[in-house]
């Protein structure tokens, strides 16, 4: 069995847009900017043997706000400056029937580790919404809140808290 860490998106992996201290998805791929340190930190979870997989919810495109074409263009410039394994993605809009892939669901942590033969147990989830800390505990991994002192309460508590992915590895990977 394999061991993974699986990313959110927006705040992990690049610069959220913060209104009125909630973040929230870039709109355009001319928006969609990596922060800082995350190729490397990318580079070095690799270089220890974790699988890479990023699990993002985009309800917007559910909505009908936002345009499936825009954030597939994201994730082909995301695919092409990290080594990940894998983009998971959830379009549902979140209202009305729940969905099992939807964070705070750990359908799409489920399925990545069923087809990627993933030990979730050995693995982590890293984001920044209380819903990928939920997410991950749902799906037995550890867990690692990136803090940025957004305007909402965590209801899970994480393993671990850090300042940014990079600040992450460590945690991750022991030196």
């Known amino acids: 069995m394999k ?7 927006d705040g992990v992996i690049n610069r959220p847009v913060v209104r009125d201290g909630k973040p ?8 969609f900017e990596l922060l800082p340190g995350v190729a490397e930190a990318c580079a070095e979870l690799k270089a220890a043997g974790f699988l ?11 909505r009908g706000t936002q345009r499936r074409e825009d954030v597939e263009a994201m994730h082909a410039k995301m695919c092409a400056a990290l080594p990940l394994d894998r983009v998971e993605v959830c ?11 939807r964070k705070p669901a750990p359908g799409m942590l489920l399925r990545a580790a069923r087809e990627l033969g993933i030990d979730r147990a050995q693995s982590w989830m890293v984001g920044d919404r209380w819903r990928d800390i939920d997410c991950g505990a749902a799906a037995g991994c550890r867990t690692v809140f990136i803090d ?4 909402e309460q965590l ?3 994480p393993d671990f808290r850090a300042a940014s992915l990079r600040a992450a590895v460590p945690l991750i990977v022991p030196r």
Not at 3 to 9: E, I, K, P
Not at 24 to 31: F, G, L, N, R
Request: hydrophobic share 30%; charged share 20%.
């Open 3 to 9: 061991r993974a860490v699986f990313l959110d998106r």
């Open 24 to 31: 929230y998805p870039p709109a355009s791929v001319a928006e």
């Open 52 to 62: 890479l997989v990023v699990a993002t919810n985009q309800p917007d495109v559910g």
């Open 91 to 101: 379009y549902d809009p979140g209202q009305g029937q729940p969905s099992e892939f």
């Open 148 to 151: 940025y002192g957004y305007d």
């Open 155 to 157: 209801r899970a508590q």
